[in-house]
């Protein structure tokens, strides 16, 4: 089995959770979308919980990478936290899509214990940023608060796309991150 078969799996797996969540993953399903026998899959993810693994760290990885180009790239707090919400924004342009770990996050009790530590990972590198991102525009502000603060933040964000993806109407997240602008929660 090549690399490239891996990669076709990951990718179009990622697509299956993103509109179905977790549970609505199946090698069946995944091997006529990718046109190989399920045993193929099997062969590069033994089970369910290794692919669902896989794909919730590759997806926290590529999320970090994102943010810490966010910063490398600008000084502006502004573009940080505009890109920020535009990449969670972009789930919706792209089919109307979840969060990979947002969409497993809902489905947490379900998942096995290696891929709740990669969902629990993805929250904790989205929580560290914010804070990081906090604290240049609170400095006074406590740690603790700011942790909390990056956690409401992430949460709402979260929600907001949630609640637009259940609408099928992109406005929605649009309006509701404004309205946490204005209201103070979102810098």
């Known amino acids: 089995m090549t690399t490239d078969t891996r990669e076709t799996i990951m990718v179009t797996a ?17 091997a006529k979308e990718v046109g190989i026998k399920s045993a193929s899959i099997h062969y590069h993810f033994p089970t369910k919980g290794d692919l669902g693994a896989a794909l919730a760290k590759r997806y926290t990885e590529d999320g ?13 707090l502004e573009v940080w936290i505009k890109g920020y919400t535009d990449v969670f924004r972009m ?6 899509r979840m969060c990979l ?10 998942l096995p214990q290696e891929v709740r530590a990669q969902v629990d990972g993805f929250t904790e590198a989205n929580v560290r940023w914010l804070t990081e991102v906090l604290s240049v525009c609170r400095p006074t502000q406590s740690l ?11 949460a709402a964000v979260e ?10 109407d ?7 991150i404004e309205a946490y602008r204005a209201a103070g929660l979102i810098p």
Not at 16 to 27: E, K
Not at 159 to 168: E, I
């Open 14 to 30: 990622r697509k299956m959770v993103q509109t179905r969540g977790y549970n609505g993953l199946s090698f069946r399903e995944l």
């Open 64 to 76: 970090v990478k994102y943010l810490t180009d966010l910063r490398e790239k600008s000084d502006d």
């Open 91 to 96: 789930a919706l342009v792209d089919d109307n």
């Open 101 to 110: 770990c947002g969409i497993m996050s809902a489905e947490y009790d379900d």
């Open 144 to 154: 603790e608060a700011r942790q909390q603060q990056a956690l409401a933040i992430y």
């Open 159 to 168: 929600g907001a796309q949630l609640v637009s993806r259940g609408r099928a």
């Open 170 to 176: 992109i406005s929605v997240f649009d309006r509701t």
